[in-house]
């Protein structure tokens, strides 16, 4: 089935440095979201984007956190400066319409902030 | 306030049958989705539900009551390979809201024994 590319797959980085973790979504969706899930908990939505622009964000979309996809390339989450709380493992997702029913996830970027 | 709850574990004896229960309190329900994911993958899209009843889909079937806030999935004929977390996901908001704003449940780890 269509497959949803996440890079990198693990990344450890210090606190205060930025990250920026990539997404390489299913090549005819128009809709892209990310996903946070913390060791042992459920996924919460960050933030969807569509269009070139941010359509909604949760209270865990800090103001340290961007995204964007440069001319059709990868669909990026930013994280500047990372704090140790941002340790987690992003979830990316797409989807072709705003009104369908499936998400198409990738396996997610291990980030660990030290 | 919003929250999806689910069992943490599941075990069941291959070739018998698994029900995955989920319970939400939310405001502005607008369908419930179940995803299977496995250990370090994708979570992948299983089933969607938006009317009362049972909707059956060959191996998985689901089963909503708005009423009670409560859904299940059931697996029938379970084989070993069918041992995963199962997520409930809950679509909050009006048609207008985008389809990616899920509320996650923690998840069913489902084992599956011989």
């Known amino acids: 089935g269509p497959k949803v590319l996440q890079i990198p797959s693990h990344q450890i980085i210090d606190m205060g440095q930025m990250v920026t973790l990539n997404c390489d979504p299913v090549?005819?969706?128009?809709?892209f979201y990310w996903y946070k899930q913390i060791l042992g908990q459920q996924m919460e939505f960050l933030v969807n984007?569509?269009?070139?622009?941010?359509?909604?964000k949760s209270k865990l979309f800090k103001d340290q956190f961007s995204v964007e996809r440069p001319d059709g390339s990868y669909f990026t989450l930013k994280i500047q400066p990372t704090a140790l709380e941002d340790s987690a493992v992003y979830f990316c997702a797409s989807s072709l319409q705003n009104s369908g029913n499936t998400l198409y996830f990738g396996e997610g970027s291990r980030l660990i902030v030290v | 306030g919003q929250g999806v709850e689910q069992p943490a574990k599941l075990m069941s004896v291959e070739g018998t049958f698994a029900r995955v229960n989920c319970t939400y309190s939310?405001?502005?329900?607008?369908?419930l989705s179940w995803y299977q994911q496995r250990e370090g993958q994708a979570p992948v899209f299983l089933s969607y539900?938006?009317?009362?009843g049972l909707k059956d889909s060959g191996h998985f079937s689901t089963f909503l009551s708005r009423s009670n806030g409560y859904s299940y999935l059931l697996l029938t004929e379970l084989q070993i390979k069918d041992s995963a977390s199962y997520l409930c996901a809950v679509r909050i908001g009006d048609r207008g809201s985008a389809l990616g704003r899920l509320h996650f449940g923690a998840g069913t780890q489902l084992i599956v024994i011989p």
């Open positions: 939310t405001s502005g329900f607008n369908g």
């Open positions: 984007f569509y269009n070139g622009k941010v359509m909604e």
């Open positions: 090549s005819n969706h128009l809709y």
């Open positions: 539900v938006v009317l009362d």
